[in-house]
């Protein structure tokens, strides 16, 4: 019997940090591409030191007590952490980590992609080609809505908008105003040129929105009817955040009715599915979570998870990126 300590992997990560997390411990894996059932879940957790976990696994107390008192750490394989109760791991000294900073420009760059994508309508040219519709190159059709030199505003002002913000504003020419919770440094506003707005004043005056929040109480639903009444008809929004941060249904309606011009959407209220309305408008670029998937990235991911797992497991030492380090006791 192995004398390693015992850690599972809910879901297929790439072969390097898979390949080096089997050297440092007795890993047991869900080997399957769809995530695994609930109840199956809580039998495979029982007995294992560490867990490494997808945003698809609820880390609640129940999941924490069927895992039992030598669970040490729970290294989630994303940068957002809205699937794990911080609270309920703290409360059982229990460790947690996520992988931020490794996926912020892969991130940047999908979202970027979706706001030209959206913005001029290349999406919907590919469909339209693909369809096999008769045409003639005429100076009225598919027009879109200009990039360079428009106006970027950026909700969440973190590493992944201020990444977006150096694109827009050093790329595109863009001038970038954001909102956040906390207002940036000044020598970061100074670097980006970035100006601070209150967010009703940034929906009014953005051009093109992005979308960069954590979910919160505070933020889910934090675009909905009300928000996009307030921002221009040409305005593109672009999500890469997490889904419930905008209201779906209060998004294809305002797409549907010309209230805004486009949006792309990475995330979704409720995935795997989409919201019905949503799949009917043209005018949205819908993709399937696909902000930190490169090659790449998704291999730092892994590796910064196992980061976490070895040293807290093997090492004595708080992971390099701990979302409650006070729980480490050496």
């Not at 919907?124 to 693909?130: A, K, P, Q, T, V």
């Not at 020598?187 to 929040?213: K, Q």
């Not at 949503?278 to 819908?286: D, G, H, S």
Request: hydrophobic fraction near 45%.
């Amino acid at each position: 019997m192995s004398d390693k300590p015992k850690i599972f992997i809910t879901r297929n990560i790439p072969d390097q940090p898979l390949q080096r997390a089997k050297e440092l411990f007795d890993v047991e894996q869900w080997e399957d591409d769809w995530n695994i059932p609930r109840d199956e879940l809580l039998k495979r957790v029982a007995g294992k030191d560490g867990l490494m976990t997808l945003l698809t696994e609820k880390v609640d107390g129940e999941l924490l007590d069927a895992a039992g008192p030598q669970l040490k750490i729970v290294a989630n394989f994303a940068v957002g952490f809205d699937n794990i109760d911080v609270p309920a791991c703290t409360e059982r000294g229990v460790l947690a980590s996520n992988t931020p900073e490794v996926l912020s420009e892969t991130t940047a760059d999908l979202a970027f992609a979706l706001l030209v994508s959206a913005g001029r309508r290349i999406a919907e040219g590919d469909r339209f080609l693909r369809a096999k519709t008769p045409w003639v190159w005429g100076p009225l059709m598919m027009q879109g809505q200009d990039i360079w030199g428009s106006t970027l505003g950026i909700v969440g002002f973190g590493r992944i908008g201020q990444a977006v913000a150096r694109r827009g504003r050093f790329g595109f020419n863009q001038k970038i105003v954001y909102y956040d919770v906390r207002r940036a440094s000044s020598e970061v506003e100074a670097e980006l040129g970035a100006e601070f707005r209150e967010f009703d004043a940034l929906l009014a005056e953005a051009d093109f929105l992005s979308v960069h929040v954590a979910l919160t109480p505070e933020t889910r639903h934090l675009f909905s009817t009300e928000q996009f009444k307030k921002m221009k008809n040409t305005s593109v929004i672009v999500n890469t955040a997490r889904g419930p941060v905008i209201d779906e249904a209060a998004l294809a309606a305002a797409l549907q009715t010309g209230e805004i011009f486009a949006a792309g959407i990475d995330v979704f209220e409720k995935e795997p599915e989409v919201n019905e309305e949503l799949l009917k408008c043209e005018n949205a670029v819908i993709i399937p979570h696909l902000g930190s998937a490169s090659y790449g990235t998704r291999i730092a991911m892994g590796e910064l998870a196992t980061d976490n797992l070895e040293a807290v497991l093997l090492e004595n030492r708080p992971g390099p990126t701990l979302l409650n380090p006070e729980v480490f006791k050496g």
